[in-house]
C-alpha cells in the first residue's frame, strides 16, 4: 500500500464483505478515516433483479460506523444496465464469452462511480487482492502473494487515470490473514462466506440472467468427430468453449469445442482430453495497456481466473493485435475471453486483450 496518505482523501468502496471491511480496518490504524460508499447496482428491473441485499448493507453500516467513517449509497443501478449488462448480451448473442466482473471494475466501480462522487477523491480504495507499485515515475498494477485469491485479472481493463487513482489497502495479504484480522477485531462480517459467481448478481444465476435477456434459441449438438447429432441445445449463449460439466449428454465426457453461431450449432468432442479442446496458438486484438505502451517477447498469462500462469511468445500482427504461442497446450481458449498478459515473472499485470476467432 502506498506510504503517504495522510493528504489524501480516500473513498472506500464498502460491499458488506469482509475483504471491504478490513479495508477501512486497515486505513483507520494509519489514523486515517475514509468516506464509506455502497454502491446499489443491478440489471434491468429493479422490482424483480433486486441485487443490492438488505444484509450487504446492514453489513457495510454496522463496518462504516464502527470506525466512525461516514456512508452514503450510490445508486449506479442504471449504468449497470446501460453498460456491463449490456456488453454481456451482445458479446454472448454474438457467440463470445464475455467477462462482466472485468466490465465492472472499469465501467462501474471506478467509472460511474467515479463520475457521481469519486471525482471528489483522490483515491479510490477497494478489497482486491492486487497490489501497485512505483517504477520510472508509473504506477503499475502487480499481483497478489495469494495465488487462488489474486485478482489482477479482473483489473485489466481499467483505464491508466484509474489505475492512479486505485488504492487495495490489503492486497499485500493472503486470503486467511484477512480472515484473522477481521476475526481479532471483532468485524460483523469476520465469517461471512466469500460471494460468488458474476459481480452484483447476488443469488440470481448466470444462466438465468442470460434467459431474463435473451430467452432461448434451441439448435442442434453436433460430435464434431463423426459428424453425429448427439442433441439439441437451448442457446448458444448458455455453454462457453471448454465446458464440460452441464452439456446433459449421455455417453460423455464430453466437451463443448466449437459453435457454428450462424447455423446455431453446438460442436462437442468426446474424450476427457480431447485435441479440439486445447489450442497452443491463438489470437487477440483490442489490447488494452494498463502502463507500459509495448509488450515484452516472453510474456506470462492467464485467460480465467485461476492461481496458474501460462508461458508464451507474442507475434504482432496489427497495432494492439497479437498472436499469442504459449509454451503448452491451453484447454477451453474461447472467443471473447481475456487474455490477461504479465511479465514473464508474473509480478507485473501489463493488461489485456480480447480472444479473437481464429
Not at 201 to 219: A, C, F, I, S, W
Not at 223 to 250: A, E, K, P
Not at 283 to 290: E, G, N
Not at 338 to 356: K, L, N, P, T
Request: aromatic share 10%; proline share 4%.
Amino acid at each position: 500500500m502506498e506510504t503517504n496518505l495522510s493528504d489524501k482523501k480516500i473513498a472506500v468502496l464498502l460491499s458488506g464483505g469482509v475483504d471491504s471491511a478490513v479495508v477501512v480496518h486497515e486505513l483507520a490504524c494509519r489514523g486515517l478515516r475514509p468516506d464509506c460508499f455502497y454502491i446499489k447496482i443491478g440489471p434491468e428491473e429493479e422490482a424483480e433483479w433486486d441485487c443490492s441485499s438488505e444484509e450487504d448493507m446492514e453489513m457495510a453500516t454496522a463496518v462504516a460506523a464502527r470506525y466512525g467513517c461516514r456512508l452514503e449509497v450510490v445508486d449506479c443501478h442504471r449504468e449497470y444496465w446501460s453498460q456491463v449488462t449490456r456488453y454481456t448480451m451482445d458479446k454472448v448473442r454474438a457467440g463470445l464469452t464475455p467477462n462482466p466482473d472485468v466490465m465492472c471494475n472499469r465501467l462501474i466501480k471506478f467509472g460511474a462511480f467515479d463520475e457521481k462522487r469519486g471525482h471528489d477523491y483522490d483515491l479510490i480504495a477497494t478489497g482486491h487482492y492486487a497490489q501497485t507499485e512505483i517504477a520510472g515515475g508509473q504506477k503499475w498494477l502487480t499481483t497478489s502473494p495469494d495465488p487462488v485469491k489474486d485478482q489482477t485479472d479482473f483489473l485489466a481493463q481499467i483505464y491508466d487515470w484509474q489505475l492512479r487513482k486505485a488504492l487495495f489497502p490489503i492486497g499485500h495479504y493472503m486470503k486467511d490473514e484477512v480472515r484473522r484480522i477481521a476475526e481479532r477485531e471483532h468485524l460483523v462480517n469476520a465469517r461471512r462466506k466469500d460471494s460468488q459467481g458474476i459481480c452484483f448478481l447476488g443469488k440470481v444465476n448466470y444462466n438465468d440472467y442470460l434467459r431474463r435477456y435473451l430467452g432461448e434459441q434451441p439448435g442442434d449438438v453436433v460430435d464434431i468427430d463423426t459428424g453425429r447429432r448427439i442433441g439439441q441445445h437451448r442457446g448458444l449463449w448458455f455453454h462457453t468453449i471448454g465446458q464440460r460439466h452441464g452439456l446433459g449428454f449421455g455417453g460423455g465426457p464430453w466437451y463443448a469445442v466449437k459453435k457454428d453461431v450462424a447455423a446455431n450449432v453446438l460442436y462437442v468432442s468426446h474424450g476427457f482430453d480431447p485435441a479440439a479442446a486445447y489450442k497452443r496458438d491463438f489470437p487477440m486484438h483490442d489490447f488494452h495497456f494498463l502502463t507500459a505502451k509495448e509488450l515484452p517477447a516472453s510474456v506470462t498469462f492467464k485467460i480465467r481466473h485461476t492461481p496458474e500462469f501460462h508461458k508464451a511468445a507474442l507475434e504482432q500482427t496489427a497495432p494492439g493485435c497479437y498472436t499469442v504461442h504459449a509454451e503448452e497446450m491451453i484447454q477451453g481458449v474461447a472467443p471473447g475471453q481475456f487474455c490477461v498478459i504479465y511479465d514473464a515473472d508474473h509480478h507485473r499485470c501489463y493488461g489485456s486483450g480480447e480472444i479473437a476467432w481464429a
